[in-house]
């Protein structure tokens, strides 16, 4: 069965108050779809439902720490009673840190594991007998680039985010085996422009910023939205697919490269001062949250890579072939 057109969807989005959360809940209000808003900062959490309420469709926001099992099963109970259905449910939220492992707690890891993987399967829990009951249902799951292929200073959420693919894979093909009309999704954004960076954990001496390029959240928002009504396997979004290619066939030379001359440390350092507060255990001031981060200036709006080939899974696996054709000629070369 087809998923409805999103004017006539029940969609949850979960970390709906900021980023990419709450571009899509944005987007999708505005094209009429009913949007129920999930995350834990209640003033951030209505601020977002307000804004997204005034390009249209009905709004709801409900207070939900992802990381709470039994919250997120009572805001699912609470969407069903109200509306009757979900058609999409997209797991989104989630908290970030940057530093190295030695001066991590094991708390502080264990917590972005709760957030970012526990809170994809409690969700996936939640909606999921509702989807088997109606026969039908779109879950989309939000991993990232770094789910492919590791980085340093991101050791926890690198492995969160490899963890929210491996479980996205296997559910997926759980589902395609014994219930073929619930789809499963998975997204892969590179480096957005979100306040994720502002609100996250830090002992880098300075505040956190985006690998370059950055992308803006309302790419990542048109994936998630394009797959609520085509959903798709697996699209990248912004730059990443040639990455995961390099990463499957010589992930000795990439971490080579990302390590000459502190490439990879530096990528990640920019020039403002380091704030000790950061959103792991807690949210942090409603002025903080919002769609965008603090790289506006160098923000890219448009993604044609995302736009005329991660949308289309044909074109999506040439590029991938010729990624990889690519990566093998240009790994030949510097051998000579």
Not at 36 to 61: D, I, Y
Not at 82 to 108: C, H, I, K, Q
């Amino acid at each position: 069965m087809a998923p409805p057109p999103l004017s006539d969807q029940v969609i949850v989005i979960t970390g709906a108050s900021s980023g990419i959360g709450r571009a899509a809940a944005i987007d999708a209000a505005r094209a009429g779809a009913t949007v129920v808003l999930l995350a834990r900062n209640e003033q951030a959490l209505n601020e977002a439902c307000a804004e997204a309420a005034e390009g249209g469709g009905m709004t709801v926001p409900i207070v939900t720490d992802v990381g709470d099992r039994e919250a997120v099963e009572r805001a699912a109970q609470e969407v069903l009673a109200r509306f009757g259905r979900v058609d999409t449910w997209v797991n989104n939220a989630g908290v970030y840190a940057v530093a190295p492992v030695e001066r991590m707690t094991s708390e502080e890891m264990e917590q972005v594991i709760r957030v970012n993987v526990l809170g994809v399967i409690y969700g996936t829990k939640a909606v999921l007998p509702h989807f088997i009951e109606r026969g039908s249902g779109v879950l989309i799951n939000v991993s990232s680039v770094v789910g492919t292929r590791g980085t340093p200073l991101l050791a926890p959420y690198v492995a969160s985010k490899h963890a929210v693919k491996g479980f996205t894979e296997s559910f997926r093909m759980e589902m395609e085996r014994d219930h073929p009309g619930i789809a499963v999704c998975l997204i892969l954004p590179a480096s957005i422009n979100t306040p994720i960076f502002r609100h996250a954990l830090s002992r880098i001496g300075v505040h956190p910023r985006p690998f370059p390029p950055v992308w803006s959240p309302e790419i990542v928002s048109d994936a998630i939205l394009d797959c609520a009504v085509s959903p798709k396997r697996d699209v990248f979004v912004g730059m990443g697919r040639g990455m995961a290619a390099m990463e499957g066939m010589a992930p000795g030379i990439l971490d080579h490269v990302m390590l000459t001359g502190g490439a990879a440390y530096r990528a990640q350092e920019s020039d403002m001062p380091e704030d000790t507060r950061h959103n792991l255990f807690g949210p942090m001031p409603a002025e903080t949250y919002g769609v965008y981060g603090e790289w506006m200036d160098e923000m890219r709006e448009t993604s044609l890579g995302t736009k005329l080939i991660e949308l289309h899974p044909t074109r999506a696996k040439v590029l991938t072939a010729a990624a990889g054709a690519a990566a093998i000629v240009a790994f030949a070369r510097r051998g000579r």
